[in-house]
């Protein structure tokens, strides 16, 4: 049983996760972890992955990117600044495009895990975006340019690990205009830290872009009401019946 004594109650479930063993995650019958389930990042990532103050109608909140620096290119750090001056227009979010990855996880928006022996599949209530990932398999050959780019996973112990390539320029990292070339590479971790909840952690590399690797991570929370289930989210359909109501 964990201890909360006067300590506040966001920095108490860490401490507690961190205290759970590797016999109190719950398993599939091959014996992996069991990521089954509805999950949703609290944060306010997608607004900006640094720290960030409030706006109105938008919370402050802290970076998720490791000692909260991006490493940008001189050239790169340009871009991304014009990319914040023109963010209410050109914000891919903002035209309904797939957010890609890692964006589409810390998107306040639940998706559901679907795992079997060789297939994790993500189904996100965003715009009905999915991702099949596909376990001890290969990339296809690229060049090839997805807004999703291609996952495929193999377990490191009790981690899922995916390796994520072919991706297209056209995505962001957030609202605020953190953004990475065709060239992206990114390696997400899953891993279970607790029955309910979840650490993500993906690593990105893009020497267009940045001078080396960089990491976020994040806790994910499995959702816990009893008829959970992912709804819907059709973003472009609500900016037609916006544009038609003008």
């Known amino acids: 049983m964990c201890r909360v004594a006067s300590v506040a109650l966001a920095i108490?479930?860490?401490?507690?996760?961190?205290?759970?063993?590797?016999?109190?995650?719950?398993?599939?019958?091959?014996?992996?972890?069991?990521?089954?389930?509805?999950?949703?990042?609290?944060?306010?990532?997608?607004?900006?992955?640094?720290?960030?103050?409030?706006?109105?109608?938008?919370?402050?909140?802290?970076?998720?990117?490791?000692?909260?620096?991006?490493?940008?290119?001189?050239?790169?750090?340009?871009?991304?600044?014009?990319?914040?001056?023109?963010?209410?227009?050109?914000?891919?979010?903002?035209?309904?495009?797939?957010?890609?990855?890692?964006?589409?996880?810390?998107?306040?928006?639940?998706?559901?895990?679907?795992?079997?022996?060789?297939?994790?599949?993500?189904?996100?209530?965003?715009?009905?975006?999915?991702?099949?990932?596909?376990?001890?398999?290969?990339?296809?050959?690229?060049?090839?340019?997805?807004w999703m780019g291609d996952s495929r996973a193999h377990w490191e112990g009790d981690t899922l690990v995916v390796d994520v390539v072919h991706f297209t320029d056209r995505t962001w990292f957030d609202r605020s205009g953190n953004f990475h070339s065709e060239d992206l590479h990114v390696v997400e971790r899953y891993t279970l830290t607790g029955p309910d909840h979840m650490r993500y952690e993906a690593t990105i590399e893009d020497p267009k872009v940045f001078s080396r690797p960089w990491t976020m991570s994040m806790p994910l929370y499995r959702r816990q009401e009893s008829n959970i289930q992912i709804l819907e989210y059709e973003c472009g359909a609500y900016i037609e019946e916006a544009r038609d109501a003008e």
């Open 12 to 146: 108490a479930i860490p401490l507690c996760a961190s205290n759970v063993s590797a016999q109190d995650i719950p398993r599939m019958a091959d014996g992996r972890p069991d990521l089954r389930g509805v999950w949703q990042a609290l944060n306010t990532a997608n607004r900006d992955i640094q720290d960030h103050g409030a706006e109105l109608g938008v919370p402050a909140g802290q970076g998720v990117v490791e000692g909260n620096e991006l490493p940008y290119l001189p050239e790169a750090l340009a871009q991304r600044w014009e990319n914040y001056e023109n963010r209410l227009a050109e914000d891919p979010e903002a035209k309904c495009f797939m957010v890609g990855v890692p964006r589409i996880t810390y998107l306040p928006y639940p998706f559901q895990i679907v795992q079997t022996a060789n297939q994790v599949t993500m189904l996100y209530e965003y715009s009905h975006v999915f991702r099949n990932i596909y376990i001890d398999s290969e990339h296809p050959p690229g060049p090839i340019q997805w």
